[in-house]
């Protein structure tokens, strides 16, 4: 008996009637390319399960293709099913030559044959696709069923998608998944970007950041692309804030090359990017992924060798997905236990530069046909991609699928997005921004030329989850002037580490995106500085929101004074809250490194209230922070403490968060030598 693997055994709910052939019992050939042997492509296995192709038509990976496409002995498969039961029809999906099948067999529990199809004069019909409906009321539980084709009488390969039993009297139909929508909805049309972004040549891969304000694609055979036209080129353009496209213009060197060059990814703060292939000295290129980063000249570097474990690619083509944590790295490669063609991997950032080995999104997402053009969503959670190993609209769609938990290998059933977007010609390279507003994409369809970037408004269901997105410049507080960081945001209160930027070495600028639904601490950090910290509570917030927040960085001379913005207390108390813990662990390890700094902590309070009282929780309060510093390794003679209690607020505003800005504490440095 053959395996129970198929490329779509998860959407029988689209099909609440139909009980779908869960194993293969015998077959009388299946199709093998030589140089594929070991792959499940074409194989008898891809017959399980709803639909994959069908209602489009035509050859298809992930159904079972005889072995010859004319075989004048004919061919057949016997498939059975994990319930047997009592039944009014039976369904076939033919997705490539269909009119082949000559005779249909049901089986009972006792292996009884009940032949229920007969079909003397078999030819071909004048589909290209068929869902073949037989009807027949069994008085008895079918276990299995088996097709004859008359292959031979069909010209071509006869493929088979499905075998299906139902106890509907109703004919079934091919379905798409399509993601639901409401029923009242204006339909988004989707935009041509017109003569700014495409031509009468190829453009793909269109990347835009997460702020939109950018995007990045692919541009092959144009006249202005370096070197070779005949090879690809990344090209960008600015979208303004009404939307509008500048003209775009070729990245240059050293990014692009006389060979192919094409980008995947951009960071939120717009510094880093993916780039296709390995950038070697001699220039030539090796299959991989290299990783370039803006210069304190704003130009961009010379692409780096990324570092994964164990990669390899049995496939001529791959694409790559930064997660905007930059902690997960999202390709699609043919490997050794790929279900077919390439397929969805994930590796983990490793912390120092290096990544794991490539990790099976698994077998949800995964078909016997190529997967392609991973896209994760500012929220981490949403993957937008393309295949044609799910029932579409015709060639490569566009899916989406969600994930469910932190393993990264449990996904919810892709989703077709639509045809609004997905048309009969291939789709693919989604990309959309962290606001979900506009979501950009290439298509081969109503085109320029060859293959055009085109772009559309969002549907909420078409959406991933909200989040915000958090900018600013970090600066040197003394000067004024801005400084290249290190920008570091951990979820408290336990200082888990979600993800790193860097600022804009020339401007100072940087951009993170994060997820809602937690408290955030943000810091910066950059040699001869003490990092500092500011909050970002989003444990309340809904909706995609925009942040501004600028960050301070403290040189490290003597009577300079940093506010120490995550230290949290018990109310009106002096015992320190663990989300405190990170950023004095950072403070201990700055004095750490500069054992001749000395510091003065001082304690602030509200300026309403008993003074003594106030006086008191202050002094207290900053001894907490004094001792919880010693415990880390800090000598006691290197602290000293003060207490101001409600004398010297920054505010005597009544609200809230007026008197919240009053209690704090305070950094001063009373010595560096």
């Known amino acids: 008996m053959f395996g129970s693997l198929a490329c779509q055994t998860l959407q029988a709910q689209e099909y609440p009637d139909v009980q779908w052939a869960s194993k293969v019992i015998s077959v009388s050939s299946e199709y093998t390319d030589v140089d594929k042997a070991q792959s499940p492509e074409f194989k008898a296995e891809q017959v399980l399960g709803a639909p994959n192709k069908l209602p489009s038509a035509g050859s298809s990976a992930c159904a079972w293709s005889p072995m010859k496409p004319d075989n004048p002995e004919g ?86 998608d499905a075998i299906g039993i139902s106890t509907s009297k109703q004919t079934i139909e091919a379905k798409i998944n399509i993601i639901k929508e409401p029923e009242v909805q204006i339909k988004s049309k989707p935009e041509n970007l017109g003569t700014a972004i495409n031509s009468e040549y190829q453009e793909i891969a269109p990347t835009v950041a997460p702020d939109g304000k950018t995007i990045f694609f692919t541009r092959s055979k144009h006249p202005e692309n370096i070197g070779n036209p005949e090879k690809q080129d990344i090209w960008y353009a600015e979208i303004n804030a009404e939307g509008k496209f500048s003209s775009s213009k070729n990245i240059g060197a050293p990014i692009n090359t006389d060979l192919h060059n094409s980008s995947f990814s951009i960071t939120p703060d717009g510094n880093t990017m993916l780039l296709n292939n390995i950038y070697n000295e001699d220039g030539s290129m090796e299959r991989g992924l290299s990783m370039t980063t803006r210069q304190a000249s704003g130009k961009w570097g010379k692409p780096q060798k990324v570092q994964i474990d164990d990669f390899y690619n049995k496939n001529n083509f791959s694409e790559f997905c930064l997660s905007q944590d930059a902690k997960v790295l999202l390709m699609t490669v043919q490997r050794a236990d790929s279900k077919g063609g390439k397929d969805l991997y994930f590796s983990r950032s490793k912390g120092d530069g290096s990544w794991t080995a490539p990790t099976s999104l698994g077998n949800v997402v995964n078909t016997a046909s190529n997967e392609t053009s991973p896209f994760l969503a500012s929220d981490g959670k949403t993957l937008y991609f393309s295949t044609a190993g799910f029932s579409g609209f015709g060639s490569n769609d566009i899916f989406v699928s969600r994930r469910l938990d932190d393993s990264w290998t449990n996904w919810s059933i892709p989703q077709n997005m639509g045809n609004e977007i997905n048309t009969p010609e291939w789709d693919g390279y989604f990309s959309i921004t962290a606001k979900a507003d506009y979501a950009y994409y290439c298509s081969y369809n109503n085109t320029m030329g060859d293959s055009d970037v085109f772009r559309i408004k969002v549907k909420d269901q078409n959406k991933p989850d909200p989040v915000a997105l958090i900018k600013g410049n970090v600066y040197n507080k003394k000067t004024n002037k801005p400084i290249e960081a290190k920008i570091i945001y951990d979820i408290l209160p336990n200082g888990e580490n979600a993800g790193n930027a860097n600022s804009n070495p020339q401007t100072g600028a940087y951009k993170v995106v994060l997820p809602l639904k937690k408290n955030y601490a943000l810091l910066a950090e950059a040699h001869g500085f003490i990092p500092v910290e500011d909050n970002i509570d989003l444990t309340d917030s809904t909706n995609y929101t925009e942040i501004s927040k600028d960050l301070y960085l403290v040189p490290i001379e003597k009577g300079e004074v940093l506010e120490l913005n995550n230290i949290f207390f018990q109310p009106s108390t002096f015992n320190l809250l663990p989300a405190s813990f990170p950023e004095l662990n950072r403070i201990a390890v700055a004095m750490k490194e500069n054992p001749q700094m000395k510091i003065r902590l001082e304690g602030h309070t509200e300026v309403f209230g008993d003074k003594k009282d106030q006086y008191e929780l202050a ?55």
């Open 619 to 673: 002094e207290n309060r900053v001894k907490s922070v004094k001792g919880y510093l010693v415990r880390q390794g800090i000598d006691k003679k290197r602290i000293d403490t003060k207490s101001w209690g409600g004398t010297k607020p920054k505010t005597t505003g009544t609200s809230d968060a007026e008197r919240q800005r009053n209690r704090r504490v305070e950094m001063r440095i009373t010595a560096t030598e």
């Open 75 to 160: 061919d057949w498969i016997k498939v059975g099913f994990d319930k047997p039961m009592k039944i009014h029809q039976i369904v076939i999906a033919e997705n490539l030559n269909p009119g082949s099948i000559s005779k249909v067999a049901v089986y009972d529990i006792i292996e009884k044959e009940y032949v229920v199809y007969n079909n003397p004069n078999v030819g071909a019909l004048n589909a290209k696709a068929r869902m073949m409906s037989i009807m027949y009321s069994s008085e008895f539980e079918v276990r299995a069923v088996k097709i004859y084709l008359s292959s031979g009488k069909v010209v071509g390969f006869n493929q088979i």
